[in-house]
């Protein structure tokens, strides 16, 4: 199987996992691309998990 | 894609334009010159035009992207165009880069380099992981962990920092409960309490307090400066007294020395002193007279009425300062009623609290009360005042203390519940991008080794070699380990191969990567990779190459290796296109047999 862009096809494997274990949600556009490019900074790190903290805890309520 | 033809002209060797039209049924093009004859233009080319690289020139020193023009050349004058079946592509020399049009689609390049071979052939793990990073790509990936990284880092440190603020609030609070006596039985409710308890009233009645308190220093010092200009005035009225006695006992003791007449005469000489010299007669008299001689017998009679004169200035000084004294004493009565009346209203304002009534001020008028001082009644009200003052400051400070350790406290509380929850999502999140990168990297790894091994064992068949594994070092990022079977133990290769079986190894290695991260689109180029090779393994290397040509869109093989050209310069196999280069010149350029 060819591999064109080993970051990419990783950057998908660990979107799709941090979603189903809950830590984060599917609303930010730029996480796949910023995860694959390098290029996710502290704050976009926090702002996707704090983002997610958030919507589970209005769940929870 | 299938190539179709590649021109080059003003570009390196190729100082005449040059094509090489590839043979659109074949895999693989075998370019085979002996030294200097325009392979590395040719590979160089290709190169230039597919990627941002400047081929093999990069690698020598004291060359620049300007020596890609042919000698004698203008810059305008470079060329390189690829046909293909999925366009055409066209390579010019501006500003001192090589810029291909267009720039989408452009086919993908993997140059393998002898070089490359032998650097990866001897690599350690670490260097080994570099070399492999040019296809397993995560970098990206990893950087992105890294930040998250950072971030579980610095949650952590504001997490202690948070704890220590909660924890030293609670401390003071529990101490300030303590020495409260513990009310209400536990240290919270107490704090809750107490924090919220309303001190605008007590705040209110302080201010009023303090500023009685500040009237009463007021009046103090209007009080005692209205007795310093009471106790003046007397002694002014005094002084002038005494000396309007001297004076009058002065003129009834001598007669002749009458005041009124000393002033006439001092009138008189100041008349003279001023007037001209023609005076001849007496201003009052009209009786003729010597002005000089009238002026020295004047100053004689004022000079023995001295006593007098002396006498009289005092008087009239003595005058001048009783009036003065007289006008601040009118002052200082002025502010002294004047303040005094604004402490009374003020004392009287906090009657309600302090049991303060008008009896504390019984004068009928501002003369009896400043009679009253220093007003002891008064000045009892006042110490107790300034004690309530001291014991507001002491509950209102404390009260400041603890509301500002419950707000930290609450703040803290609430912000420790947030980071752990922020810093448990970070640190699981780390867990799966770290586990998911390794994961990937192994079974990448573990993919390539296995094609790697196919690859060998078609080159080496029935040798005691093969077994290849590679794998991502434990606990070390970066580093990537291999193994090898060496008569049926998995060994380091590097210790026990042969070097041209390091090298086909290494060979093998690069050739299953290209495989997997490229496609039909990409171009493998070979330039020079093997040198030493026996005739049987030059058999199997070229029959490899042939039968792995359909992962490529091309296979393009450059060598001087003289056994080559013997073995395929009369006949083309199936897959096979051979291109023998002859001698170049600068007159002709790159030359094909």
């Known amino acids: 199987m060819s591999q064109q862009n080993p970051n990419e096809h990783l950057a998908k494997i660990i979107q799709t996992e941090l ?43 | 894609m299938k190539l179709k033809t590649l021109k080059l002209k003003a570009f390196r060797g190729a100082t005449q334009t040059f094509s090489l039209n590839f043979d659109e049924t074949k895999n693989v093009t075998l370019i085979y010159g002996e030294n200097g004859s325009g392979k590395s233009t040719i590979s160089d080319a290709i190169t230039c035009l597919c990627t941002d690289s400047i081929g093999s020139i990069k690698d020598k020193t004291g060359t620049d992207s300007g020596d890609l023009l042919s000698m004698g050349s203008n810059a305008n004058d470079l060329k390189i165009q690829l046909q293909t079946d999925a366009g055409v592509w066209n390579a010019s020399f501006v500003s001192k880069k090589i810029v291909t049009s267009p720039s989408q689609g452009i086919p993908k390049l993997r140059a393998i380099r002898r070089q490359h071979i032998v650097d990866l052939a001897n690599a350690a793990p670490a260097e080994r992981y570099k070399h492999l990073k040019n296809y397993i790509d995560v970098d990206g990936v990893a950087q992105s962990e890294d930040k998250l990284r950072t971030l579980v880092k610095n949650l952590e440190s504001q997490l202690l920092i948070q704890e220590n603020t909660y924890s030293t609030a609670e401390q003071y609070l529990k101490e300030a409960w303590e020495k409260e006596g513990r009310p209400l039985g536990n240290w919270d409710d107490w704090v809750g309490e107490a924090a919220l308890r309303d001190t605008g009233l007590e705040t209110e009645r302080l201010q009023k307090i303090q500023i009685t308190l500040d009237y009463w220093r007021h009046l103090q010092d209007a009080t005692q400066n209205h007795v310093i200009n009471h106790r ?19 003129i009834k003791e001598t007669p002749e020395q009458e005041s009124s007449l000393l002033v006439l005469l001092e009138k008189m000489q100041q008349h003279l002193l001023h007037t001209n010299n023609s005076v001849q007669n007496c201003p009052i008299c009209q009786q003729s007279i010597e002005k000089s001689q009238l002026s020295i017998e004047i100053g004689q009679r004022i000079a023995t009425m001295e006593s007098l004169s002396e006498i009289t200035h005092e008087v009239e000084n003595a005058k001048k300062k009783q009036q003065i004294a007289e006008g601040m004493t009118e002052q200082s009565r002025a502010v002294f009623q004047q303040v005094f009346e604004v402490f009374k209203e ?56 603890i509301k500002t350790y419950w707000s930290n406290l609450c703040k803290s509380y609430v912000q420790v519940k947030d980071l752990k929850d922020t810093l448990k999502a970070a640190k699981e999140a780390l867990q799966i991008v770290e586990n998911a990168r390794k994961s990937f990297v192994e079974a990448e790894l573990n993919a390539v080794s296995t094609d790697v091994d196919a690859l060998y064992r078609r ?53 299953a990567l290209t495989k997997r991260y490229g496609d039909n689109t990409t171009i493998l180029l070979l330039d020079d990779v093997l040198s030493a090779c026996d005739e049987q393994h030059l058999d199997r290397f070229l029959l490899l190459l042939q039968e ?25 196999s199936e897959s096979l296109h051979f291109v023998e280069l002859t001698e170049w010149s600068i007159e002709k350029g790159i030359q094909m047999r």
């Open chain 1, 19 to 61: 979603q189903q274990k809950g830590l984060i949600d599917n609303t930010n556009p730029n996480f796949l691309q910023k995860l694959s490019n390098g290029t996710m900074k502290e704050n976009d790190w926090l702002n996707a998990l704090e983002s997610k903290l958030k919507t589970s805890n209005l769940d929870a309520k």
């Open chain 2, 232 to 250: 003046n005035i007397k002694q002014a009225k005094e002084d002038y007294s005494t000396l309007l006695a001297r004076q009058e006992a002065l």
């Open chain 2, 346 to 401: 003020s004392m009287l304002e906090l009657a309600p609290n302090y049991g303060i009534g008008n009896a504390l001020f019984p004068y009928s008028n501002l003369s009896t009360a400043y009679q009253a001082q220093p007003w002891p009644e008064i000045s009892k009200v006042v110490t107790q005042l300034g004690q309530q003052v001291a014991q507001l400051n002491v509950a209102l400070g404390q009260h400041t203390f």
């Open chain 2, 459 to 511: 080159i080496h068949e029935n040798e005691p070699l093969g077994g290849i594994s590679l794998f991502l070092k434990e606990k070390m990022r970066g580093s990537v380990e291999l193994t090898a079977q060496f008569h049926g133990k998995q060994v380091g290769p590097q210790a026990f191969y042969s070097e041209s079986h390091l090298d086909t190894l290494a060979f093998c290695l690069l050739l």
């Open chain 2, 548 to 572: 792995q040509s359909n992962h490529f869109a091309h296979t393009i093989l450059t060598t001087h290796y003289r056994p080559w050209l013997k073995k395929y310069s009369s006949k083309n």
